[in-house]
């Protein structure tokens, strides 16, 4: 499993997330940016990706 907490990325939001892949974490943090911080794009740019990626957990 794989956990993301979204306050590492964006100080003050509480979400986090705890899927089975980095690929489908990325594609549940899209939608998140989107419904919650603004976010207009279909896609994250790489900057944010790369900094998402940086916060990942592995959990078991
Ligand atoms: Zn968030």
Known sequence: MKEYACGDVVPGCG???RVS???ELLAV???HA???HGLTE???S???ISRI???I???A
């Open 53 to 55: 990626r940086a916060v």
């Open 46 to 48: 790489d900057d944010l």
């Open 42 to 44: 279909p896609q994250m």
């Open 57 to 59: 957990r592995s959990v």
């Open 29 to 31: 943090c899209t939608v």
């Open 21 to 23: 892949s980095e690929e």
């Open 15 to 17: 979400a986090s997330f």
């Open 34 to 36: 989107q419904h919650d």
